[in-house]
């Protein structure tokens, strides 16, 4: 509890002749209605406690709860972040006796959050404390809606395989006619579209000096920018002699997003000297071929 002299924002009850609930065997009372955050509450008092076993001594205690109504206007997978706090008013002092603020999920399997144990029935009847005067008594409460949905993400884990499930080729003719760029035919893999990019003469700094290599996303215009894939992949330009040392590179694990569509690679993945060496056989009658291997691993939404 803290004690505040300011009321509480949002609702305040005031019971005449309380003595009479118990007296009358009224077990539970629901107050009116108030909002807050275009949301409808109220709360309930159970006078002689609402204790969840037979052991917890609720009985000695008022049990008061905020509830959450009018939830059929809501979308049926509804939920409210609220933080709320319940008071009594002290007229002894002229003070609001309040809980300390607490944050809470109402949902449809969970429209109530409380306290079993708000006051103690014999704090709350004593006279000398002022919380009952002329058997008369104040409980309020201050609901305050957290309006900002939190981000939420499904992902779909993947076992990987010791051997890449997926293998694709691609043979590039007439490569020393290649100007700044070439892209291969797009393929589906994961369940999206990819396609490889390569630029023979290099890239940026390394224009002249190695070639540069990328695997690129290819995600709807109108899909979420949250939407991630998670790959471990090869790409490999393949040795077309007899010798078969191929040239790769690995990424081990790396996070396609739909938010970030550049994609990955190697800016130097080869130096020019080495392609074009025909001792190395990865040019061979002016065409290349590059090889990709795939694995996936994640993929997440939200």
Request: aromatic letters at 14%; hydrophobic letters at 35%; charged letters at 25%.
């Amino acid at each position: 509890m803290e004690t505040r002299e300011a009321s509480p924002a949002h609702f305040l009850i005031k019971i005449d002749s309380f003595s009479l609930l118990q007296k009358h065997g009224i077990q539970k009372l629901e107050t009116m209605e108030f909002k807050s955050g275009e949301y409808k509450w109220r709360l309930v008092i159970y006078p002689n406690g609402h204790g969840t076993g037979k052991d917890d001594k609720a009985a000695d205690y008022v049990s008061v709860y905020l509830a959450i109504t009018n939830t059929t206007a809501l979308p049926s997978n509804w939920e409210v972040n609220a933080t709320y706090s319940i008071c009594v008013f002290n007229h002894v002092s002229d003070k609001y006796c309040y809980s300390l603020g607490r944050a809470r999920r109402f949902h449809a399997l969970n429209q109530e959050w409380g306290f079993n144990k708000f006051i103690s029935k014999k704090d709350l009847t004593d006279p000398s404390n002022g919380y009952i005067v002329d058997d008369k008594c104040v409980f309020g409460a201050e609901v305050f809606v957290n309006e900002n949905k939190a981000v939420a993400e499904c992902m779909f884990l993947k076992s990987v395989d010791k051997e890449l499930p997926y293998k694709r080729e691609f043979k590039i003719s007439n490569f020393s006619t290649l100007k700044e760029e070439w892209s291969s035919e797009k393929f589906t893999f994961g369940g999206h579209e990819w396609f490889i990019k390569a630029y023979p003469n290099g890239r940026e700094e390394q224009t002249g000096r190695s070639l540069s290599i990328y695997l690129i996303p290819v995600f709807p215009v109108n899909s979420a920018s949250s939407k991630r894939v998670r790959l471990c992949f090869t790409i490999r330009i393949k040795d077309q002699s007899n010798d078969h040392k191929h040239h790769q590179w690995t990424l081990s694990d790396y996070w396609f997003s739909a938010s970030k569509r550049e994609g990955y690679g190697w800016p130097s993945f080869i130096w020019l000297s080495c392609l074009n060496d025909p001792k190395k056989g990865f040019i061979v009658k002016d065409c290349c071929i590059i090889e990709i291997e795939l694995a996936l691993q994640a993929t997440s939404s939200s």
